[in-house]
Structures are given as structure tokens and as C-alpha cells.
């Protein structure tokens, strides 16, 4: 059964720290995706990966960073948490020269708070 | 630039009713359009899509959706609603398979279903 897994289902964290979230897939796909869903709001892209080391910036990039070290692992990096970032956190990933597209396979989600 | 209207974000409907999700979207071009789905505490999976070719689209769980190029619209259909189709519905769009594109999401529509 193919998977996207979250490291994180439930994190808190405070204002300020350092957040990691952290996301493999078992399909050998070449894209994957960061996304942001808040209610009301639907889903926003905060990065993708197209190929290890690469990255671009989505919709809303502003306070995230990330990292693709390899194929199957896309992390997500807050450097100072806040508020306003407290949300649920949705990976995905699909095959290459799909982009939009193909099929997105989600994972589960993290639930972040910031207090 | 490529978006998605879905209205009402809560949907109430009666078991063994039909199911109406409406979605509109604005492309310059002939789109590529989705519905996904997302069940309480998971991810989002895909229910269906439209690319090319014939325009009623069938999906999964008995969902089926029509693109409607003159109305800009592709709205979700369910004959008869079952307790187990509670989630979330998002319709997504995409305007190319070329290039650096990616999907617009619209803001989704909570299903209820009332016994």
C-alpha cells in the first residue's frame, strides 16, 4: 500500500522555537508538496520539491523553509514559530512530469500549534 | 491565473438524498480539474478527475462529476447520500500539464449527512 508518512500527527510548540516537520513516501516519486490548511481557507502551498536539493516557493512561503536531502524525505523547517502559524500541516507528493496534474497522495497531517 | 470558487462551506444533507457540490473555475485555458476528498483525521484522497475526453467523470464511492466548459463549472454528484460520506470536499484546478504548474484549491465544503 503506497504511503506518505508524517512524522507528527499532534505537535505544540512554543513562540519562537525551531519547528521541524518531517514527511517520507515509500512511491519513489519525484515531486512533493507542502501544504497549509486552515478552515475557511482550503489548501495553500508553502513549498515543493521537483528533485532532491530542489525547491520552490509556493503561494506562501513567507516563515518556512525546507529541505530535500532525499528523494523519499521532504522536511519542513518553521526557524521561529508563531502564532499565526499554528495550523494543519499536509504533505503530499505525485511522479514526475505530473505536476498538477497527476494524482497527489496525501499524507495523514500535522496538527501544529504555537502558543 | 487559475482559481476555484466552491460556495457554502457547510453542506447539510438528509441520508438517501442527493448530493450537490458545487465548483466553478476561472483557466484560460482548457483545465484539468479534481475533486478530492478528506475523511475526519486523514489526509486528502482523490475522488475523481477530468482531463481530456468524455465530460461526466465517475469517481469513487459512487460520485461522479460533469465538466460543463460553457458554464465553467464541475460540480459533484452523489444519487443517494450514505452516513459515510461525511468529510470534506475540495475541488481543484489546473490549468496546464506543461511547465511549472500546479493546483488551485478551492476553499472546500464540509458534507454533513443527517440520519
Known amino acids: 500500500d503506497v504511503k506518505v508518512t508524517q512524522s507528527s500527527r499532534y505537535l505544540v510548540k512554543r513562540t519562537g522555537e525551531k519547528v521541524f516537520l518531517e514527511c517520507v513516501q515509500d512511491m519513489d516519486h519525484e515531486n512533493m508538496f507542502w501544504y497549509r490548511q486552515d478552515p475557511g481557507l482550503g489548501l495553500r502551498l508553502i513549498y515543493f520539491s521537483y528533485d532532491v536539493k530542489m525547491k520552490e516557493k509556493g503561494d506562501i512561503p513567507e516563515g518556512y523553509s525546507v529541505s530535500r536531502e532525499k528523494k523519499e524525505r521532504f522536511s519542513l523547517i518553521l526557524e521561529s514559530a508563531s502564532t499565526n502559524q499554528t495550523s494543519m500541516y499536509l504533505c503530499?507528493?505525485?511522479?514526475?512530469?505530473?505536476w498538477g496534474t497527476g494524482e497527489l497522495f496525501f499524507g495523514e497531517g500535522s496538527r501544529l500549534t504555537v502558543l | 491565473a487559475q482559481s476555484v470558487t466552491q460556495l457554502g462551506s457547510h453542506v447539510s444533507v438528509s441520508e438517501g438524498a442527493l448530493v450537490l457540490l458545487r465548483c466553478n473555475y476561472s483557466?484560460?485555458?482548457?483545465?484539468?480539474l479534481f475533486w478530492y476528498v478528506q475523511y475526519p483525521n486523514q489526509g486528502l484522497q482523490l475522488l475523481l478527475k477530468y482531463t481530456t475526453g468524455a465530460t461526466l467523470v465517475k469517481g469513487i464511492n459512487g460520485f461522479e462529476a460533469e465538466f460543463k466548459k460553457s458554464e465553467t463549472s464541475f460540480h459533484l454528484t452523489k444519487p443517494s447520500a450514505h452516513m459515510s460520506d461525511a468529510a470534506e470536499y475540495f475541488c481543484?484546478?489546473?490549468?496546464?500539464?506543461?511547465?511549472?504548474?500546479?493546483?488551485?484549491f478551492g476553499k472546500g465544503n464540509q458534507v454533513v449527512v443527517i440520519p
Open positions: 481543484a484546478v489546473c490549468e496546464s500539464p506543461y511547465g511549472n504548474n500546479r493546483l488551485a
Open positions: 483557466s484560460s485555458v482548457p483545465p484539468y
Open positions: 503530499a507528493s505525485n511522479q514526475e512530469g505530473t
